[in-house]
C-alpha cells in the first residue's frame, strides 16, 4: 500500500511534467482556456453564489444568537461573518463545493475520453494530450478562481445584510460598520491564494485521476469519486498547512 | 516498409508475443488475423507505439522505434493513420472538426484551408452532408469512414486499423474494407488491418500474418489461405461457413 502510495505520486509528478509542456500552438490554448474558463469558472457562479448567499445569512444568526452580550458593541457581529467568510468559507468551503463540482466534471471527462480511446487517438497523432486536455484547465481554474471567491465573500455579505434587514437581528448600520471595521487586506491575499491552490489541487489531480482510469464505464465513476476523496481530504490538509504557514 | 523482428511482449509473467518477425508492405493491406486473445492487438499496439516490446525491434523504413527520440516519433507518428476499433471520434467536435483537428496542429494551413481539405477527405469517404453533426448522432459505419478521413488528413505514410469492421453490419463492413482498400492503393500506403473477420480477409487480405497464442503461425495472402496446411489456421478459417464449404467443395 505505501508502495502503491508513493507509485501514484511519483506517477502524478510525471503527468505534471507532460501537462506542463509547451503547448505546440497557443492560438490552439488560448482558444481552450476560453472554453474551459466559461465551462469550469463561470459555470460555477450559480452554485457559489446560491450558497454564498445562504450561508453569509447564516452566519449573521448564529454570530448574533452567540453574542448576546450588551457590553459587547453589535458591530462585531458583522466584523465576525465578515472574518469567518474571508478566512474560511470563500476558500476552503467554496473549494470543497467545487470540488465535488469541477472535480467529477474533469474526471468523468477525460476518464471517457480516455476508455474511449480518444486520448490514445491524440497521442498517435502526435498530440500531447495531457497539454491539450489537461493544461488549460488548470490554467483556467488557478488563474480565476480568485474571482469565484472575491464574488463569494461579497454574495456572503449580501447575504448577511439581507438577513439583518429581514430580521432586524442587529441594526443594519452597526452591521454595515462591522463589515468595513479594521480591515486587513493580508486576509484577502491569503484566501485568493487558498482559493487559486485548492483548485490547482481540485483540476490537477480530477485529471490525473481521469487520465489514468481504466476499466469501463465502472472505471471512469471509481476514478471520479477517488479524485473527489482525494482531493477533498488533500483541501483540508493543505488549509491546514497554509494557515499555518501565512498566519501565524 | 515496416519491420518486425524477433518482438516479445509479456504481462505479469504472461508471455503474449512470442518472437514475432514480419514485414509490411506499402500499396498493400496487410493483415494481423488470429482468434480473439491471441496477441494481435498486443502486437498492433507495439507497433504504433503505444505498448514497448520486452525485446526485439520495430522498423519504420530503416529506422528503428528503439533507437528514435522523441521529437523522432513525434514527426513520425504525423505519417501515422490510425482507426481505432470504436472510432474514437473526439466527442467535443464535429465531423468536420474532427478530420481538421491533426491538421491545426501540425500545419500552417489557413483555415479555409484546413476546411477544403477535410471536405476532399470526406468526400474520399463517401461522408457528405454531415460536417457539423456531432459523433454521436452518427451511425456506427459513418463513424467508421469519419475516423478514416481523420486518419488520411495528413496524407500519412502508414495507416493502421484496429477491427475496423467490428459492430457493423455485412454490407457496411465491405464496404469499409473496399474502402481501406482502395485508399490503401492510391496513396501507396502501407496498411496494417488487425481482424479476425473472414469476409475482410478474403476481400482485401493482399498479405496475412496469423497469429496464434503469441506466434506468428502462417504467412500468405487472400489467394493462399483457403489452401493452408497449418491446422490451427485451417481451424480458424473453417469457423466460418462459407470458408468451410469451398475448402471442403460444397
Known amino acids: 500500500m505505501i508502495r502503491k502510495f508513493f507509485e501514484s505520486i511519483g506517477r502524478y509528478i510525471l503527468f505534471l511534467k507532460q501537462v506542463f509542456r509547451k503547448p505546440e500552438k497557443w492560438k490552439i490554448f488560448w482558444r481552450q482556456f476560453i472554453n474551459e474558463s466559461d465551462k469550469l469558472i463561470l459555470s460555477s457562479i450559480l452554485l457559489v453564489g446560491v450558497i454564498s448567499v445562504f450561508i453569509g445569512g447564516v452566519l449573521v444568526i448564529q454570530t448574533a444568537s452567540n453574542l448576546e452580550n450588551p457590553i459587547i458593541d453589535k458591530m462585531y457581529i458583522g466584523y465576525m461573518v465578515r472574518e469567518s467568510l474571508i478566512l474560511e468559507f470563500c476558500s476552503t468551503m467554496v473549494a470543497l463545493i467545487l470540488a465535488g463540482k469541477m472535480g467529477s466534471n474533469i474526471a468523468s471527462e477525460i476518464g471517457s475520453m480516455r476508455i474511449t480511446e480518444q486520448i490514445d487517438a491524440m497521442d498517435m497523432m502526435g498530440v500531447n494530450s495531457a497539454g491539450f486536455l489537461v493544461l488549460p484547465k488548470i490554467v483556467a481554474s488557478t488563474l480565476l478562481s480568485p474571482l469565484l471567491m472575491l464574488l463569494s465573500l461579497a454574495l456572503g455579505l449580501v447575504g448577511g445584510w439581507i438577513v439583518v434587514e429581514a430580521t432586524q437581528i442587529i441594526p443594519s448600520a452597526s452591521y454595515i460598520t462591522g463589515i468595513k471595521a479594521f480591515y486587513n487586506g493580508f486576509y484577502i491575499f491569503y484566501s485568493c491564494f487558498k482559493m487559486s491552490l485548492f483548485c490547482f489541487m481540485i483540476s490537477s489531480i480530477a485529471a490525473f485521476n481521469g487520465y489514468y482510469a481504466r476499466g469501463g464505464s465502472l472505471g471512469v465513476g471509481r476514478s471520479s469519486t477517488q479524485a473527489i476523496v482525494t482531493v477533498s481530504i488533500l483541501i483540508l490538509l493543505m488549509d491546514l498547512v497554509v494557515t499555518q504557514l501565512m498566519l501565524y | ?162 477491427e475496423p469492421n467490428s459492430g457493423l453490419d455485412p454490407y457496411t463492413s465491405i464496404l469499409i474494407d473496399r474502402l481501406i482498400s482502395d485508399l490503401t492503393k492510391e496513396f501507396n500506403m502501407t496498411t496494417v488491418v488487425n481482424t479476425h473477420d473472414m469476409n475482410s480477409i478474403l476481400e482485401i487480405g493482399d498479405k496475412i500474418g496469423f497469429i496464434s497464442k503469441g506466434e506468428l503461425k502462417w504467412q500468405g495472402d487472400r489467394h493462399t489461405i483457403l489452401q493452408t496446411d497449418c491446422r490451427e489456421l485451417r481451424d480458424f478459417v473453417c469457423a466460418n461457413t462459407l470458408a468451410r464449404n469451398i475448402i471442403e467443395g460444397k
Open chain 2, 1 to 162: 516498409m515496416i519491420k518486425v523482428e524477433n518482438l516479445y511482449k509479456s504481462f505479469d509473467g504472461v508471455e503474449v508475443l512470442k518472437g514475432i518477425n514480419v514485414e509490411y508492405e506499402p500499396g498493400k493491406c496487410n493483415m494481423i488475423i488470429g482468434a480473439s486473445g491471441s496477441g494481435k492487438t498486443v502486437l498492433l499496439k507495439n507497433l504504433i507505439g503505444l505498448m514497448t516490446p520486452d525485446s526485439g525491434e520495430i522498423s519504420y523504413g530503416d529506422r528503428r522505434l528503439s533507437e528514435m527520440h522523441e521529437d523522432e516519433k513525434r514527426h513520425l507518428r504525423q505519417k501515422i493513420g490510425i482507426l481505432f476499433q470504436g472510432s474514437a471520434l473526439f466527442d467535443f467536435a464535429t465531423v468536420i472538426e474532427n478530420v481538421m483537428f491533426p491538421m491545426e496542429f501540425f500545419t500552417d494551413w489557413s483555415a479555409a484551408q484546413r476546411r477544403e481539405r477535410a471536405q476532399y477527405c470526406l468526400e474520399k469517404v463517401n461522408v457528405i452532408g454531415s460536417d457539423n453533426k456531432y459523433p454521436n448522432e452518427l451511425s456506427g459505419g459513418m463513424q467508421k469512414r469519419v475516423g478514416i478521413a481523420r486518419a488520411i488528413a495528413l496524407n500519412p505514410e502508414y495507416l493502421f486499423c484496429d
